[in-house]
């Protein structure tokens, strides 16, 4: 875990990288555990010798909310605490596109830019430009705009 961090200081990084997730891979037992959690089975998914036949990705391929939903422990690893902060929660999204498919058994991590920081007093809200990267991949496979509201002593630190 990485040390806290004041708001003030982590303000003055909008537009730079302050986080690095690790890798995780996206292994088939993975996209069938989201599958039945989620009730999406489709093939492409699912069923790796249909989806060698009939889809153009060579195999499955993680669902897009599943990517989307590894978001939140690539932040905790890779984003420090912000000092004082009582209660974080995740506040939406202003823009997500799936931009290439994760096949079965590769790796993926995510890259941190902090757009902006918004203050009130006890409170604020972080936007985050998030880079899904596939290892080894010409494309990454998601990018989105994550808003994460924050409550507490921020001016703390």
Do not use: K
């Not at 806290?4 to 990084?13: C, E, F, H, N, V």
């Not at 909008?14 to 996206?26: A, F, L, M, N, R």
């Not at 990705?57 to 669902?63: E, L, P, Q, R, Y």
């Amino acid at each position: 875990m990485q040390d806290a961090i004041t708001l003030a200081a982590l303000a003055q990084r909008i537009g730079e990288e302050v986080g690095c997730s690790d890798w995780i891979t996206i292994d088939q037992p993975l996209i069938d555990s989201f599958a039945r959690l989620t009730g999406d089975d489709y093939f492409i998914h699912t069923d790796p010798a249909r989806a060698r036949a009939e889809a153009p990705f060579g195999g499955t391929v993680a669902h897009g909310f599943l990517t989307l939903s590894l978001l939140t422990p690539m932040a905790y690893r890779a984003l420090p605490p912000v000092a004082g902060r009582r209660l974080q929660v995740n506040y939406g999204f202003n823009r997500v596109r799936f931009v290439a498919p994760v096949p079965a058994g590769r790796r993926i991590r995510g890259r941190f830019m902090l757009l902006a920081c918004d203050r009130a007093p006890g409170e604020a809200t972080l936007t985050w430009q998030v880079t899904v990267e596939i290892e080894a991949a010409p494309r990454p496979a998601l990018v989105a705009d994550w808003l994460h509201r924050l409550w507490g002593d921020l001016e703390a630190g």
